[in-house]
């Protein structure tokens, strides 16, 4: 499957747990893109990240969320100490390069539950 | 504040007709507009995008017509297929600096589109 790869597609944490989750991008992208979906939303724009590097954090809460993209590896978004208002279907999106005229391309999201 | 905006939660057109899914927008700064289908439990995909120094885009049975002095574009699916049935999401895009670069997309709430047999 060439296509972006989210894991786990469903992820149930109890408040105050740490959740992770995880993107690898479609093959020969290095643009890597964070939306968060809640019920009945349109997805919101998080975090866009080029490798080692954080180009825009601007949709990011300011506290307990982070996001990385390694030389070697997947995507990584990082949630501390959860709480029930970040249950919502995460996505992650990849691009050949930069520019709007390069379209993302979507895995199929992480569902995180939180208890 | 919605930047994006459509306006029709859901949809219902009969198989073979036209279907018609309206976004407008408020930012002025937006340049570029792509629609997306997303089907339950999977991520968006891509459909068609138009960029705001046209006023139409054709790819197949997906056209996107943008009125820029009205701030409202729209996706034409002609025929509609039972297939077709799914959540459209409106998108935009800002670029920005000298190298574009633009960062993430801005989203509608999305039209649920029924394709009845």
């Known amino acids: 499957n060439a296509g972006v790869m989210q894991n786990p597609r469903h992820l149930v944490r109890r408040r105050g747990q740490e959740a992770r989750l995880r993107c690898s991008p479609m093959?020969?992208?290095?643009?890597v893109y964070w939306y968060r979906q809640l019920p009945e939303e349109g997805l919101k724009f998080m975090v866009y990240?080029?490798?080692?590097?954080?180009?825009?954090e601007s949709g990011m809460p300011k506290e307990r969320f982070s996001a990385e993209f390694p030389k070697e590896g997947p995507s990584i978004l990082r949630i501390q100490q959860v709480v029930r208002g970040d249950s919502a279907a995460y996505f992650c999106?990849?691009?050949?390069?930069?520019?709007?005229?390069?379209?993302?391309?979507f895995g199929d999201g992480t569902r995180l539950s939180i208890l | 504040d919605q930047q994006v905006k459509q306006n029709s939660p859901s949809l219902s057109v009969q198989e073979g007709r036209i279907s018609i899914l309206n976004c407008d927008y408020t930012n002025s700064m937006f340049d570029y507009f792509l629609w997306y289908k997303k089907y339950p439990a999977e991520g968006p995909t891509f459909l068609i995008s138009?960029?705001?120094?046209?006023d139409k885009n054709e790819d197949g049975r997906f056209t996107v017509f943008l009125n820029k002095s009205a701030k409202h574009l729209s996706l034409h699916i002609v025929p509609s297929q039972p297939g077709d049935s799914a959540v459209y999401f409106c998108a935009a895009s800002a670029t920005r600096g000298a190298g574009g670069g633009a960062d993430g997309l801005t989203f509608g709430k999305g039209t649920h589109l029924i394709i009845q047999p």
């Open positions: 138009i960029s705001s120094i046209k």
């Open positions: 093959k020969g992208h290095s643009h």
């Open positions: 990240l080029q490798k080692e590097n954080i180009i825009d």
């Open positions: 999106a990849s691009s050949e390069g930069q520019g709007a005229w390069q379209p993302q391309h």
